[in-house]
T-cell receptor, first 110, second 112 residues
């Protein structure tokens, strides 16, 4: 089965609303990374966060290893936040190989 | 900011033809990776490398070969392309274990 599960699969917000994206994993990990991808675009790294909480502007990432989950919080969403958010984990004991979730597609309406 | 470039950006190939996708990174990273992205499957690892001269099989290596002739360059080779290999291919690099990975812009490959 899917080792990395993301929820929700899609989300529609009005500009200014907050969003909470979830990533749950069924295996031990070395690291967790969050990416942003525009349709047809490349992956932009948002956070490298193996544990704890990290902040970057309106974004916050929290990884709780014991609970096997990571979340990405977007505050005061903007239309430019629209796109797909992917989480990826590097399995514990592995060698840099990432396992990706299927992503959350976010649409922020004006 | 890590710099990873890919060429070509778009490619149309015929079934049975040979296709080579190239990746270059200028960050002196040891590890490089090739992924493909398909709807419903997400990104999946095809081949990876720990350094010049090394290649390792990822999760879906069948039908693909890889070559790492130098620290900077990592190629993905489709000897006999098939329509099922139509996809978007991403190259990535990283310093090593448990470090952030940096992705290239992607190559859209269509096999007719």
């Amino acid at each position: 089965g899917q080792q990395v599960q993301q929820s929700p699969a899609s989300l529609v917000l009005q500009e200014g609303e907050n969003a909470e994206l979830q990533c749950n994993f069924s295996t031990s990990l070395n690291s967790m990374q969050w990416f942003y991808q525009r349709p047809g675009g490349s992956l932009v790294s948002l956070f490298y966060n193996p544990s704890g909480t990290k902040h970057s502007g309106r974004l916050t990432s929290t990884t709780v290893i014991k609970e096997r989950r990571s979340s990405l919080h977007i505050s005061s969403s903007q239309t430019t936040d629209s796109g797909t958010y992917l989480c990826a984990l590097e399995r514990e004991g592995n060698t840099g190989k990432l396992i990706f979730g299927l992503g959350t597609t976010l649409q922020v309406q004006p | 900011e890590a710099a990873v470039t890919q060429s070509p950006r778009n490619k149309v190939a015929v079934t049975g033809g040979k296709v080579t996708l190239s990746c270059n990174q200028t960050n002196n990273h040891n590890n490089m990776y090739w992924y493909r992205q398909d709807t419903g499957h997400g990104l999946r690892l095809i081949h990876y490398s720990y350094g010049a001269g090394s290649t390792e099989k990822g999760d879906i290596p069948d039908g693909y070969k890889a070559s790492r002739p130098s620290q900077e360059n990592f190629s993905l080779i489709l000897e006999l392309a098939t329509p099922s290999q139509t996809s978007v291919y991403f190259c990535a690099s990283g310093p090593g274990l448990a470090y952030e990975q940096y992705f290239g812009p992607g190559t859209r490959l269509t096999v007719l």
